[in-house]
């Protein structure tokens, strides 16, 4: 188990056996998440973005979607 210490800024290090194992470098953005009453960190990288890729189940439709009101916008 590795362990850190919050600062008086609220920060806190990530240890680098953490960081090494997960990917987490400098500028990557981290997710604290509340579930069950546990805090956990979540790096959101792009394996997190593809792991949710078809959760919402419309087959790429508000991905589409989303693109169309982009280039509706640029059009503007």
Do not use: C, H, W
């Amino acid at each position: 188990m590795e362990t850190s210490v919050v600062t008086v800024k609220g920060q806190i290090v990530v240890p680098a056996k953490i960081r090494r194992k997960f990917g987490i470098k400098k500028g990557t953005k981290i997710a604290f998440v509340e579930q069950n009453g546990k805090l956990m960190i979540q790096p959101l990288d792009k394996n997190y973005f593809e792991s949710l890729a078809g959760i919402l189940g419309t087959d790429g439709d508000m991905l589409k979607g989303l693109m169309e009101d982009k280039k509706k916008e640029r059009e503007l």
